[in-house]
């Protein structure tokens, strides 16, 4: 049994009440945190380890020790007993649950008319590092995939390699991207990294760039 696959399967086939599913995670909330800022999938708990990094104009945000103004709060976080991350509310925009099986997670965005709108899949080394990270968006009818984008990391003692990979729908025909960024790692940060396009399979030109912000690279456990 595939908790991820078949759970898609009766997403897609509408055998899955989200609505209900949202509430029934929203009644195992025990404590909320808030974001500010964020403007990339979940803000400050993106899964993302680098997309802020190499991704123009988006913000994790920070995490505020009371509710912010509307106008600065972005996201709004759920966490159950096990302190478990399983409900954000994504403002003015979607509501999205989570589910946990083990080493993946698996999230349902909710949009204002209760239809589900995106499924976000992540998966986990035996470290609790993320390893794929895969963003699935419906049609409005929430039947079919038109868009999606994956992410997958690889961790050396001195590299971290993210690939990330987008597919998407248009009049009947499927266009694929292909990105590869490799980061270095310097007392356990990531510093440096190219960006490397391919195109039709073929490598492009690798350009060099420097993190601009800290971030910590997940230790082994």
């Known amino acids: 049994m595939d908790f991820v696959r078949d759970y898609m399967r ?54 505020c020790k009371k509710r912010p103004s509307e106008e600065r709060l972005s996201h709004i976080y759920g966490f ?23 080493g993946v997670t698996l999230g349902v965005e909710i949009d204002n008319a209760n239809n589900a709108s995106a499924v976000n899949i992540c998966r986990y080394d035996v470290n609790g590092r993320i390893q794929i990270y895969e963003c699935y968006f419906l049609t409005p009818k929430a039947d079919q995939v038109f868009y999606m984008t994956r992410e997958t990391f690889r961790y050396l003692p001195d590299q971290v390699i993210d ?29 440096d990294y190219t960006a490397e396009r391919f195109y039709h399979g073929r490598r492009g030109v690798k350009v060099p760039y420097r993190a601009t912000k800290k971030r910590k690279v997940p230790p082994c456990k």
């Not at 399983?86 to 946990?100: D, N, T």
């Not at 597919?167 to 940060?189: A, L, N, T």
Request: hydrophobic share 35%.
């Open 163 to 191: 690939n990330w990979y987008r597919e998407m729908e248009y009049e009947g025909e499927w266009f694929h991207e292909h990105y590869r960024y490799v980061f270095s790692v310097e007392d356990g940060y990531l510093t």
């Open 80 to 102: 159950d007993a096990a302190e478990r991350l399983i409900v954000v509310e994504h403002m003015h925009c979607s509501k999205e649950y989570i589910l946990y099986d083990t």
């Open 10 to 63: 009766a997403l897609l086939a509408k055998e899955i009440d989200v609505a209900a599913a949202l509430q029934k995670q929203r009644s195992q909330v025990v404590y909320q945190q808030y974001c500010a800022g964020g403007t990339i999938h979940r803000g400050y708990y993106c899964p993302s380890l680098t997309e802020d990094l190499w991704l123009g104009n988006t913000k994790r945000g920070r995490l």
